[in-house]
């Protein structure tokens, strides 16, 4: 039939006349746009529903016939009707036989059933081509015609050309389909829709615990303690000082929590000597969120490079360095350039630009399309080496920074260490581990075991 | 017969001998240029000319037949002449029948026909398969080789093998195919290659036009009326205040459209109780291109940073501090640091680095493959949530900034009022509606409405 | 029997055992990872082995069993064994009939055997079905679940069913599967994973050569001179000062580099006055490295663009502006503003600024995922129109600032010239070049040969 009516209609000129009838079951709210949309882009609709009545709410150039009419005029029935009532197409199934059905339905919360609402009509209608798609569309986005996100449909399904009949649709209506294989893949296409970016939830839960922590830390020692025992009065510091002091902190120590993990694996593979036994639920989860932690990371670093070039446009700097010339001036005498101070200054400036270029290159490389374009091994130079180079330079940038403090007294502001002391722990125990890591006696074994050898292959049994 | 040669032809070990002829009909620029490439492929060519005599323009490895002969040779032909020739095809109908045949021709401009010129050659031999495909890829990027830009090749066709046997030379010629579905797609493939950012257009004139009027605006006021009234030639103001002053209220008045048009769409829906009906014609316009205007919005917001970050270098600043300075020195007194100036101008900076980074933020998510990655209800978050908070954040940098203007008579050259009062009158209008539309009271209904509710049913009728 | 077993497992709710069993021949390192994860994905997993005995390693739940027994129990055999071995294959042709062997294959080096090893393998069993796939996923990533890279799993084979098998399985494991056609795309996909970064290689060098010239000579004549002659330490240059004069010349040249090629071309072509014969090999090549040139122009600007905002935090500058200061304070005179320094210091900066813009806009463009995005039009209308936009700014910002410089006696130390000057010798020679090129008299002929005309058609012969 579908050859016939193609055949026919090729002969016309006119494209709207061309495509070939798509049946919906169901008149709701996604039923209704899909149905708006499709009849823009030319598919003749027609509308499967209990009562033939309630005409209005329907595009005015679709038919509304009962189920087992609507169904015959199709080749393509989308399915826009609750799971719950998937039992009444039950008694249809010889209508259905052969016919193509599109599961388009949702649930409420992740995995709410067993099995997936395609698969469960899939059992239902044994002899009907279940297709999963458009699930991950809104009705909304559909009606209003402002797809601006993702015009990504994912598809899957049994039936090959079932489903490439279901993907020329979705690139009729202006989307881009995505084969997800067969139809065992529905429950994972259902969970889709309902996530909200599964993956950075505990990076953002940790990086918000941290900096809450870090920022009062610095509000008690930078603005408080300075205006009980100094009486001087820089609550102004909440803008910019402590947000330039608490986002090189939170760049710093999350940067390296995403090279931690690593260290921990190779420990317990050193430890353990098999790579074959799972590594720690935590351990597990913590590896699978480095990217997170480190794009969060790569925004507090920016946020530092930022914050730190506004520096000369604050009235406080420009307060301060005024008051320092003048009174070079008014004593009458000009300091000389402090080569130590120079090189300090300049070094660690330096330091700072390129671990933060490199930082950037890590980032644009973890860009979707641009990790699709390198191999294995280019991404492993770019994500281990670089990064690591990328840690080594930040670490060094705040030690040339911060050295000056550890030994000064004054740095003790209520017995309290700080905060750049603080935020070196990480990085540096992550540094002297990895360095111990790729001595060859350690890096040998650990190789061996990466490369499938067990020390002990008992243990595993 | 094509599985039988690839079967002989499988024992053979030259990569170059085993794929299979092909036939190119017609030696213009582009059939040439093809054969070039497929030749160097290790692609068996041979074209079908009128005159087999013009041998001296065609690669030197190709066979040159008349059509007919050369049709023979090959299960795939190349069809590489103009549309207004197809009509000589028709007598060759016998000897194509069942070929594949590649239409790859382009038009002139947008729509030129009614149908596409595949179609139209579908309709001519309806014994082939036709396929629309390479008309995207330019003969000079073939011939050159430099294909830096987009290697993908849009695919279509009614015969699901045909296409596949025309993508797998599309990909052994080193260039990516992507499947449009079937020859319907045709009319969209040739209309794709003759557009010049479409979407971009009335963005652009857009700000071009603002643009223009707010620098003869600050012209105005900055440099003429200070060199008519007050002597003073600051002419070289032209080459960074000017545009630092217009980059910014540019990125806020477009930031402030792009969320203009759903405060629109939201109280028109309100106003007729209903979403089935169409939006007027400018409003769907607008919607479709908020993502343009957004990412011109966050060039001029990324032109402001850098014009400002690069304010202590300029000449004219140096001169203006020393100058504040030196009079200090001269006048043997030290300014006390005025904490309410402290605070302003550390709040404005902090806000404005906080909005410019939502702004990044915007702009990353707005990549291609980064949102292709979160599903609808992540990508609202961040274009809605997210967008809004990054509006709030500037509109406040910008008012905490200008705020002293507003009152100060001097602000009022010529009785024009400054441009940062302009600036400040859409995004305020528009943070106010929304600031009404979030209360319950019309959230609720807006809500229903959106999900498919009407007030009066009978309207849509 | 396929069919069969998946009506069968239809019935059943648990995903985990609807999967058809996988066969692998071959225990080493990659086949247990992909056991595991197969395993864990829901796939029965029976290994072929030549002893079933060392079962320690394999996963617990896999069956090990002799080779002809393993593979009548699937309908896909993964081949896990090297290239070598592939001989021992072929007294089990028969029991592999019709089967869908996949050939996960690596080698040692790019195009170590004439033939692809998939490819051998499909000649030694010529009824079975032969797919490429996996080689591109390493067992390290398999087995540790951190899949942060890529994702993509390079998929081949002549029969189009047995890829879709392969596909759906490598869907299964939370991969993506990309059609690279038939098997005779085998031998790219194998030499992918051995590359690394192959484009970028001559372009680092080259980089990392003048690189080295630069900042020695920049060494030579800023710190060894000035120490030499003036007496003065300023060792600290090498931090900031030296790779902040550095970066930019590197900027200006490869972005010139990025031109030049394509200036080479044009010349070529309107001498031979015909696009049909090939450009000399180094040509070639150097136009296929422009885009990694540019990148790496970008990020030379980028670092400039850095290393000069951070010049106001730099104790040496903070030094040198306080001296000026208090010596105009102690001779208690101000310095009017000289106006011509203003607009230098000011043009300057905003010609900098524009060009990086444009600059960085052609990066973004270059990213795989907007470039294919927009068509060849497009993509010609940013790379050519704005990039060279980009350079005559750049060229012009370089000019402004370094204007001064040219005819300055106490810029030719040691007889040297400054390093402005030189960097400026390529970008004003290609603009030069272009701007003749451009003329119409030269422009028309070339327009002709770039669409297939040929002054000398002979010559081609």
Known sequence: MNKNSSNIMALAPNTSNKRETVCIFGTGDFGRALGHKMIHSGYPVVYGSRSTQISNLIPKDAEVLGHAEAAQKAAIIIIAIQRQHYNFLTPLAEVLRGKVLVDISNNLKLNQYPESNAEHLAQLLPGSKVVKAFNTVSAWALQSGTLDASRQVFVCGDDVEAKQMVMNIVRALGLTPLDKGSLLAAQEIENYPLQLFPMWKFPMILSLGLTAFFFFYCLALDVIYTYIYENNNFSFFIAITIPNRVCPVMALILLALVYLPGIFAAIIQLY????YRRFPDWLDKWMLCRKQLGLIALAFASLHVVFTLVTPMRA?????????????????KTEPLNNTNAWIS??????????YFLFVLLGITSLPSVSNNV??????FVQSKLGYLALILCTAHTLVYGGKWFLSPSAYKWYLPNIYILSLIVPCAVLVVKFVLIFPCVDKPLTQIRQGWERNPKYSE
């Open 316 to 332: 406080f700097v420009s307060w301060r360095t005024s008051k320092g010339i003048i009174a070079q001036a008014l004593n009458n």
């Open 272 to 275: 353990r000597g098999t790579k």
């Open 375 to 380: 191999n294995w091994r280019e991404f492993r």
């Open 346 to 355: 300049d070094s660690y400036l330096a330091l700072g630009i390129l671990g």
